[in-house]
């Protein structure tokens, strides 16, 4: 009877030593990251369905037209503030079209709460906490695993895993030209050849994605890329700086700020007496930002962010991320002063860093913000990763030795040469991205003792 474990022919050649290697570390990362795996796709097509179809609040809500002007800003908002008394206005967003709703976004407490207002009938149509939303809860389970930091940490090193399995497949996929065919089932055979297909073909896009993502995590994206991509607020010249960052303008757990500007601090009002100095006058209010707002080229669609604290200012953007522009290139964010009405800084996807630009891109790609065709291959890189996991279980399944409920180890030949091309890429992962890192010396250590664990062990029967 054939040992369901010898796959390969001559198994002290060097393609079968590499092979074997390259499965194993495969074999290995796959344990660990499908069942998540299978998590962030399925919440990613959770977020995309309220990205697109609806929106991250539920159901769209449209508006009766009238002949008459619409309400204004300062009305709307005074409309909003007797909604929820006592909260703290954070977010204005002008409706979209002649039948859409206004919103703002109002902080109580803990909580993030959007506010629908007819802006005709000035009457609210809905008041809706943002992170009790459908689309907020996947977007915490596909960010953080509802752990928080803790959270974090796991998805990033997911996310590495992730990759080291498509570089072991696309390794394989090259290395089994010189590995002598197997003898395999014909069922066996069809998945195998779909599941290689798959992982080959989607690797690029997979990758991309799986990038993308990472550069919102705490440590390769926090700590590292975000850092050098981080727009420089000294490019603004002389403007007086707040104690807080764009990403104070994140709301609950959604990111709304750019990437490249989230580390960057925010530009500070005048002391409220030396307003006048900067020849304007005390009577900035909501409706003054908004005609400026349109008056600079802004529009239809943007968005307000109210000044918080004595020295806030007025946050005009439009962005990708957030569905104001399908054009990452059109992307642009002003700041007013709160007291002048006088624009203090501003920023555009032409100030970005090349790798700012780059995740401009990435990001709207990634959130399916570029219109039907970056919505449809979203769709494609979830399938893809949901069929490649549930493909790669069964195939895992169907070579479980007969008779046992063990889903047997891929066989270790001998031990890989330190200067082989498969070494070459374990060690640049692991400095590429110091978790992943980290996790491959955790995972070696962990089967050494596993090992020895089995050594002192008689009749231990652990495929190691």
């Not at 750019?258 to 009002?269: D, H, I, N, R, Y």
């Not at 040469?417 to 400095?431: D, F």
Request: with cysteine; net charge positive; hydrophobic share 45%.
């Amino acid at each position: 009877m054939n040992n369901p474990l010898q796959e390969h022919a001559a198994p002290t050649s060097g393609a079968v030593q590499r092979y074997t290697a390259a499965w194993r570390w495969h074999f290995f990362a796959g344990i660990v990251v499908i069942p998540f795996l299978l998590v962030l796709a399925t919440t990613g097509l959770v977020m995309l369905y309220y990205s697109t179809v609806a929106t991250p609040l539920g159901e769209h809500l449209y508006v009766t037209t009238s002949e008459g002007a619409s309400t204004t800003p300062v009305q709307q908002l005074a409309t909003a503030q007797a909604a929820l008394p006592g909260a703290t206005a954070a977010l204005y967003i002008p409706a979209p079209g002649r039948n859409g709703p206004v919103q703002f976004e109002l902080a109580q407490g803990d909580s993030i709460y959007a506010i629908d207002i007819d802006p005709y009938t000035n009457r609210v149509l809905r008041v809706v906490d943002k992170d009790l939303t459908l689309y907020a809860l996947a977007h915490r389970i596909h960010g953080t695993l509802l752990l928080g930091e803790v959270g974090d940490t796991i998805v990033e090193v997911v996310a590495g895993l992730a990759l080291l399995m498509l570089a072991t497949g696309v390794y394989m996929w090259f290395q089994q030209r010189r590995v002598a065919p197997a003898a395999l089932s014909s069922r066996r055979r069809g998945w195998r050849r779909w599941h290689m297909l798959t992982g080959l073909y989607g690797a690029i896009v997979l990758s991309f994605f799986l990038l993308s993502g990472l550069a919102w995590t705490n440590v390769w994206g926090g700590k590292w890329v975000q850092a050098w991509g981080t727009f420089p607020a000294e490019k603004w010249g002389p403007v007086a700086l707040s104690a807080n960052t764009h990403g104070a303008m994140n709301h609950g757990a959604h990111k709304e700020v750019p990437w490249s500007l989230e580390q960057t601090p925010l530009p500070a009002s005048a002391e409220e007496g030396d307003h006048t100095a900067h020849g304007g006058s005390a009577a900035v209010n909501l409706d003054a930002i908004d005609q400026l707002a349109r008056a600079s080229g802004f529009g239809p669609r943007y968005r307000i962010n109210l000044p918080q604290g004595a020295d806030g200012v007025y946050t005009i953007s439009s962005t990708s991320m957030n569905g104001e522009t399908d054009r990452p290139g059109d992307e642009r964010t002003v700041h007013v002063d709160r007291h002048s009405g006088k624009v203090v800084a501003e920023v555009g996807f032409d100030d970005y860093s090349l790798l700012a630009k780059s995740m401009a891109v990435g990001v709207a790609v990634h959130q399916g913000s570029m219109g039907w065709w970056s919505i449809a291959l979203d769709v494609l890189a979830c399938t893809v990763v949901i069929f490649l996991c549930i493909s790669g279980t069964l195939l895992w399944w169907l070579r479980r030795p007969a008779r046992t409920g063990w889903l047997p180890v891929p066989p270790r030949r001998t031990s890989l040469p330190l200067r082989s091309g498969l070494t070459v890429l374990l060690l640049a992962m692991g400095i590429t991205f110091p978790l992943l890192g980290a996790a491959l010396v955790a995972g070696v250590i962990a089967y050494a003792l596993l090992k020895r664990l089995q050594q002192g062990r008689a009749g231990c029967k652990i495929p190691v």
